[in-house]
């Protein structure tokens, strides 16, 4: 079952994040809190939204992954589209449907919205998320390189607008 998060969710959430980054090779770059997730997803006017992939066991129903994303903009289209910013299924739930059941509910809510797309970035290396998503009719966007500012860059680039702006 797919159903949007709630707050009670958050704690589990931030455990999924992690077991993420471990999977992608950044165990230690995890700075995100429960209460920083909680802020974003349940504010007055959220900016980042969260779906949660269940399945039934011995034990009762648990958390088998999850979907976060938010709202970019297409200039081009003139149109929102979602950003998949995570999808994670925790490996022991992987073969179930979770992944393709979240995504197929990300482009139910883009369609019903009225959104252009929904779009998301893979690691070059994984493979599997590669064929998973091409399985699905998605197509990488190889002409396109991710760029990003953090840190320290962030702030001193930052602060050199703000000084060239009088600010």
Same mark, same amino acid.
């Given at each position: 079952? =797919?159903?949007p998060a709630r707050p009670q969710d958050v704690e589990t959430v931030v455990e999924l994040i992690k077991e993420l980054a471990a999977? +992608?090779?950044?165990? %230690?770059? &995890?700075r995100a809190t429960s209460s920083d997730l909680h802020a974003a997803l349940f504010c007055d006017n959220p900016a980042l939204f969260g779906?949660?992939? +269940?399945? +039934?066991?011995?034990?009762? &129903? &648990? =958390?088998?992954?999850f979907a976060l994303w938010f709202l970019n903009f297409s200039t081009w289209l003139g149109k929102h589209g979602i950003y998949l910013? %995570?999808?994670?299924?925790?490996p022991?739930?992987?073969?179930?449907?979770h992944g393709r059941e979240l995504l197929s509910e990300l482009a139910r809510v883009a369609v019903?919205?009225?959104?252009?797309? @929904?779009?998301?970035? @893979?690691?070059?290396?994984?493979? %599997?998320?590669?064929?998973?998503?091409?399985? =699905?009719?998605?197509?990488?966007?190889?002409?396109?390189? @991710?760029?990003?500012?953090?840190?320290a860059k962030l702030a001193r680039v930052g602060s050199r607008v703000v000084s060239e702006n009088g600010g």
């Open positions: 079952m =797919i159903r999977y +992608e090779r950044e165990p %230690d770059a &995890v779906l949660i992939a +269940e399945q +039934e066991t011995a034990g009762g &129903v &648990v =958390i088998a992954g910013e %995570d999808l994670y299924v925790r022991q739930f992987r073969g179930h449907g019903e919205r009225g959104y252009g797309r @929904v779009e998301w970035s @893979v690691l070059d290396w994984n493979t %599997d998320a590669h064929a998973f998503y091409r399985s =699905i009719g998605a197509e990488p966007m190889d002409e396109w390189t @991710v760029w990003r500012l953090t840190g």
